[in-house]
């Protein structure tokens, strides 16, 4: 590659970089820009802000409003969801589990449904942690737990049904309130977005959870299995709230 072709290159990778960078100059605090606007951000000339401007009007990313003022499009958003599928949760969820730990002192799990099963693809563990009856990547069971009810949130009515028969015809523990109690418990913690566990699947293990939301569907669950001893009813009340609060962070930082 010669001289001139190395210039042309770097010409053109500078181009596309201011590109981006006005693409970038809209924000939830200026969702709306005129071209001044937007020479002023970037403090770069009028015209090649006009040139840019074209540019990523022809590629649908942005278009005009009233009184020449550009706003992103919504195939902007598609790329948003794109960047949120091919962000592992895990990696989302990680500094808010950390964070709830430290808070709680007690280990934070999160679970989600794999090919029906609930599961923990995640734990954060504290210093005191106790021994619990299953690891990350070993299926719970599949109706036992506060985790299990909040997962199976995300499907539908008849699949839920549907997922406890077959469960119970596998050989599954039953769930201590029975079938249908069960399924109402399962209505009852979607609803509110949270649930607890006292000794559903491990004997002295009291468990607070609460869901993770993409896009208005549960997509997992944040647990903190605690010794029940150590728990008196308001230190409950304050790990539910703890929980929820960590749940929360998870569904925003995924995003809409």
């Given at each position: 590659m010669g001289a001139d072709d190395v210039a042309t290159a770097r010409a053109g990778a500078d181009s596309a970089r201011r590109a981006l960078d006005l693409l970038f100059a809209f924000t939830e605090q200026r969702p709306v820009a005129s071209v001044r606007d937007l020479a002023e951000a970037l403090d770069i000339p009028m015209p090649t802000v006009h040139r840019y401007v074209a540019m990523l009007r022809d590629m649908g990313l942005i278009e005009e409003g009233s009184r020449g003022r550009y706003h992103l499009t919504m195939r902007v958003t598609a790329l948003a969801r794109a960047a949120r599928q091919a962000t592992p949760l895990v990696d989302i969820a990680e500094p808010y589990m950390r964070k709830l730990s430290d808070q709680i002192g007690e280990s934070v799990l999160l679970m989600r449904l794999v090919h029906g099963h609930p599961v923990c693809i995640h734990s954060v563990e504290a210093v005191t942690r106790f021994r619990l009856s299953f690891e990350p990547g070993q299926p719970l069971p599949p109706l036992r737990g506060a985790s299990a009810r909040l997962l199976l949130?995300?499907?539908?009515?008849?699949?839920?049904?549907?997922?406890v028969d077959q469960a119970l015809q596998s050989g599954a523990r039953p769930p201590i309130s029975?079938?249908?109690g069960f399924l109402r418990e399962v209505e009852r913690d979607t609803e509110r977005g949270w649930a607890v566990s006292n000794q559903e699947i491990d004997e002295g293990v009291w468990a607070p959870a609460a869901a993770v939301y993409s896009e208005g569907k549960v997509v997992a669950a944040v647990s903190a299995p605690c010794p029940a001893f150590r728990v008196d009813e308001a230190r409950r009340h304050e790990l539910i709230e703890l929980v929820r609060d960590a749940a929360a962070e998870i569904s925003q930082a995924i995003g809409p």
């Amino acid at each position: 590659m010669g001289a001139d072709d190395v210039a042309t290159a770097r010409a053109g990778a500078d181009s596309a970089r201011r590109a981006l960078d006005l693409l970038f100059a809209f924000t939830e605090q200026r969702p709306v820009a005129s071209v001044r606007d937007l020479a002023e951000a970037l403090d770069i000339p009028m015209p090649t802000v006009h040139r840019y401007v074209a540019m990523l009007r022809d590629m649908g990313l942005i278009e005009e409003g009233s009184r020449g003022r550009y706003h992103l499009t919504m195939r902007v958003t598609a790329l948003a969801r794109a960047a949120r599928q091919a962000t592992p949760l895990v990696d989302i969820a990680e500094p808010y589990m950390r964070k709830l730990s430290d808070q709680i002192g007690e280990s934070v799990l999160l679970m989600r449904l794999v090919h029906g099963h609930p599961v923990c693809i995640h734990s954060v563990e504290a210093v005191t942690r106790f021994r619990l009856s299953f690891e990350p990547g070993q299926p719970l069971p599949p109706l036992r737990g506060a985790s299990a009810r909040l997962l199976l949130g995300g499907l539908g009515r008849h699949e839920r049904e549907r997922y406890v028969d077959q469960a119970l015809q596998s050989g599954a523990r039953p769930p201590i309130s029975g079938r249908d109690g069960f399924l109402r418990e399962v209505e009852r913690d979607t609803e509110r977005g949270w649930a607890v566990s006292n000794q559903e699947i491990d004997e002295g293990v009291w468990a607070p959870a609460a869901a993770v939301y993409s896009e208005g569907k549960v997509v997992a669950a944040v647990s903190a299995p605690c010794p029940a001893f150590r728990v008196d009813e308001a230190r409950r009340h304050e790990l539910i709230e703890l929980v929820r609060d960590a749940a929360a962070e998870i569904s925003q930082a995924i995003g809409p």
